[in-house]
């Protein structure tokens, strides 16, 4: 048997990609079709080749056997990254702060670190993006501005994505696919317009998709998505996805504040100071929710 990583999962059909740098088009086992076993992209496998292979050529092979994930997100699907990256347009589609706050508690879950990269500076202006800085201060997560159409700031994101995996997160239409474009024009990444009528991408982007870079290290281009509920997250671990809250642990009036409206907190004092109220007001709605669930 073979071993190998997941890099496309489409209609039943996975491509794993060996450690000789071999394609296989492959079916899986039965139990690897159905719950959590069920393979995504990022999975390391063992599979079997069906047949000679001629050199150059892709193969098919059956998978055997998923071997054990050291992460995975539910979205967008992906297992086995070291990273993730946020992405998320300025202007057109307008930026989901909300949004940034819920792909990265779900990050904290699985203990991967962030980055926020927020492109098409070239549709607003240099004054607003200083508001938009001072507005990110303080901010628990490195952020970068890009233009893909511009090529401004793209060279920081190709410094982050370097040697290690990577996957893409956020809505449609921001611009994921154009980016790794133009940081790798050899992708040759489809992208689509964003609707006028609507003002949401098209969801170009149908299947997350392992790529390997040129410069080493991998990102998963992945499909946008428009929501995210969480699961498997109950009120009392919320802080602890939120770095800025998760500092201030053990320090205010009662050992299990929920930092709502409990008398002696500490995380009401620090708004404004080291936690920011918009991610704050993002802490509440997601408690609100959780709540409710
Ligand atoms: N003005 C401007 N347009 C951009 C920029 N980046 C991407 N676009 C445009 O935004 C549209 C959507 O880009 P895509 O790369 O397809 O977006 P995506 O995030 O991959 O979307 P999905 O694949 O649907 O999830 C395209 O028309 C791009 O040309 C940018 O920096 N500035
Ligand atoms: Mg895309
Ligand atoms: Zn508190």
Redesign the pocket.
Known sequence: MHQGKVIKAAGGFFTVLDQEGRKYLCRARGALKRGSKTLIVGDEVMFQPLGETASGAEGEGIVEKLLPRTNSLPRPTVANVDQVVV?M?LK?PDCDWQMISRITVLAEKEALPVLVCL?????ITPENIQQLSSRLKPFPYPVIF?????GSGTAALKEYLAGCCSA?A??????????L?SIQPGLS??????SEKIGR?????RQATLLSLDQGGSVV????FSRLDFKNISPQELADYFPELETLRGRCGFRDCLHLNEPNCVVHKETGLTVNPLRYEHYKTFMQELHQQ
Do not use: C, I, Y
């Open positions: 992405v347009s057109n492109n098409k500076t070239d549709l890009t233009s893909a159409l511009s893409l956020g809505p449609s239409g921001v611009g994921k696919s154009t980016l474009n990444l489809q992208t689509g317009e964003v991408g098209r969801h170009t982007t281009d992945t499909p946008g």
